[in-house]
């Protein structure tokens, strides 16, 4: 199995710039694709980006375009989110999300086609 720790979360101001970033264990050699994903209170939990083993990037949502960007190391078994200017309703907590159930330059984007989540970081950009 595959765990995943998210860090680098915090609070941030307006326009300011956030690197979160997602360590993986365990059978880190099956997770051919990483993705990151948010949820804000009474929200559901909403895909920002993602990314194959090899490093295709899936395009992300207009809400993110052009301010987040999704990388890897694999030799790190580590997934980077770069946020720049924050907006207040990028808060959020932020989860990790890997699966093995695709190819090297494969990254879904639906939630469900995620089977390994980690526990979340908490973004929050104050106004």
């Known amino acids: 199995q595959v765990q995943l720790v998210e860090s680098g979360g915090g609070l941030v101001q307006v326009g300011g710039s956030l690197r979160l970033s997602c360590v993986a264990s365990g059978r880190t050699s099956d997770t051919y694709a990483m993705g990151w994903f948010r949820q804000a209170p009474g929200q559901e939990r909403e895909f920002v980006a993602a990314i194959s083993f090899r490093g295709s990037i899936t395009d992300s949502p207009n809400s993110v375009k052009g301010r987040f960007t999704i990388s890897r190391d694999n030799a790190k078994n580590t997934a980077y989110l770069q946020m720049n200017n924050l907006k207040p309703e990028d808060t959020a907590v932020y989860f990790c999300?890997?699966?093995?159930?695709?190819?090297?330059?494969?990254?879904?984007?639906?939630?469900?086609?995620?089977?390994?989540w980690g526990q979340g970081t908490q973004v929050t950009v104050s106004s």
């Open positions: 999300a890997a699966t093995r159930n695709f190819g090297y330059f494969d990254a879904p984007v639906r939630r469900n086609d995620y089977n390994y």
